[in-house]
């Protein structure tokens, strides 16, 4: 591990089971941790983003493991026509490991998952397939990419994308404004739980579905009121897939951000009120 900067922040490397390798962001509290969190960031995002949401939930006493997505940031892959992977290594390989480092890391201390956009889903998928002393799921601006959910003209993307990808040798999301450069793996795997209503990862014989429906950890969800990728309706489909799972939802508002759009990214600068809300939910 990397030496703490201003004694809160330090970068733990991690070697995945096919070699691969990225950085844990770790952020220590000051005083022994109420909880630890790993924190999957959205599609495209590197970790480094949500840094001012994890200085603020280490301040109230939170530990936070900002995962890196493979592909990006700190990550030593990057998607390729000969790079590839989907959500089976995702899940399988990367989000595993961290949410192990990050259990190592505060030992003893109650583990929860959550995360923004699709990784919120991956999220609640990990809690649901993974490690059974995850106490809690945390989600910001996500949903299921469901198509019916949201404005029909939605479901061409899920034609469009992986037909790119496919072409490309992966999706070249700066290009077109959604994403990063992404693995055709990712986006196929998207691509269909969007056309389909279900989680799959191909390659993977696990039924995702089916393991959300037992997953009974409780919920925090956080909308954004101003948020087209996150709408309701694609919230509550995916929180419906876990119907043993206390929830609690709430709506976040320009007022409990400064001022700023509640829409799918503006929150990432002022998370204030948001980290206070994860908080005040753990209390």
Not at 74 to 98: E, F, H, I, K, T
Not at 165 to 193: C, K, T, Y
Request: aromatic share 8%; with cysteine; hydrophobic share 45%.
């Amino acid at each position: 591990m990397s030496e703490l900067v201003d004694g809160t922040r330090a970068a733990m490397p991690l070697r995945m089971a096919d070699g691969a390798r990225a950085d844990l962001l770790l952020f220590r509290p000051a005083d022994a941790p109420r909880a630890a969190l790993l924190w999957v960031p959205a599609l495209g995002v590197a970790a480094r983003h949500y840094e001012p949401l994890a200085r603020a939930l280490a301040g109230l006493g939170i530990a936070v493991g900002i995962h890196e997505w493979r592909g990006h940031g700190s990550s030593d892959q990057r998607a390729s026509r000969r790079c590839n992977w989907g959500y089976r290594v995702l899940l399988g390989d990367d989000l595993p490991s961290s949410l192990s480092a990050l259990a190592k890391a505060f030992p003893g201390t109650s583990l929860l998952v959550g995360g923004h956009s699709l990784g919120g889903q991956l999220s609640t998928i990990l809690a649901s397939i993974g490690d059974p002393l995850v106490k809690g799921i945390v989600l910001v601006a996500s949903g299921s990419p469901y198509w019916r959910r949201f404005h029909p003209w939605v479901g061409l993307a899920y034609i469009g994308a992986p037909v790119l990808a496919s072409i490309v040798g992966r999706l070249p999301g700066r290009q077109i404004g959604f994403g990063g450069n992404e693995a055709r793996g990712v986006i196929a795997d998207w691509a269909r739980s969007g056309r389909t209503g279900r989680y799959a990862a191909k390659g993977m014989a696990v039924d995702l579905d089916a393991a959300m429906r037992q997953q009974n950890a409780p919920v925090l969800a956080l909308r954004l009121r101003d948020d087209w990728l996150g709408p309701e309706p694609s919230l509550r489909f995916l929180l419906d897939k876990m119907p043993d799972a206390p929830r609690t939802i709430d709506v976040i508002g320009p007022e409990d951000l400064a001022g700023a759009k509640a829409d799918h990214f503006a929150w990432m600068k002022v998370p204030g009120h948001i980290a206070t809300r994860i908080g005040e939910w753990l209390g």
